[in-house]
């Protein structure tokens, strides 16, 4: 055998710097997914129609809605800051990178604990009840477009993915704020 081939060390999946970070909020997503799951399927049924439950899933919507944002600020900032735009402003261009620098430890724990949210909005719409109408089937779509960005995003750690989780992922982004904002 080759001495060098001795060397070669399988580079895992997740690197090491970020699987605590990984796993901590797959955990607590997972933590907190059964738990509110358990509480939707043990509400009366009386209830899953009311006005209150409606208030329920929409507020699990709205925090999924707070975690894309900041999920989908990466990209936004690393576009400005590639571009340029801020030539003159170098002290506000100093701010984003240091913003960019947070977004992008964070992206991925983030975008964990949305995955978890949006499950939940789904699982309560089908719940109260699922209509044919626009604002649900943009969601059924954005839901859609979303299950191959975690996979992709995977993929993404070992250089993989040929840019599908940034494809998919934008395409997420605007079916979803179609979805939240139409």
Known sequence: MNSQQHLEVKQPWIPKKERIWVF????????????????????PSTTLHSRLFERTFKDYGSNARIALFIVVSNYVLAFIIKQGILGKFAHLKKGLVVLL??????????AILAIALIILHTVAVFMFGFKWDFNNIS??????????????????????DKKWHLRCGLAFAVLFLIHAFL
Do not use: C, D, E
Not at 101 to 110: D, E, G, L, S
Not at 142 to 160: D, E, N, Q
């Open 101 to 110: 620098r947070i977004v992008k430890k964070y992206h991925v724990t983030i």
């Open 139 to 160: 969601g059924l779509l954005a839901l859609i477009v979303l299950l191959p960005v975690p996979i992709s995003g995977l993929l993404r750690y070992k250089r993989l």
């Open 24 to 43: 901590g909020a797959m955990a607590v997503s997972t933590i907190y997914l059964i738990w509110q799951l358990w509480n939707l399927f043990h509400l």
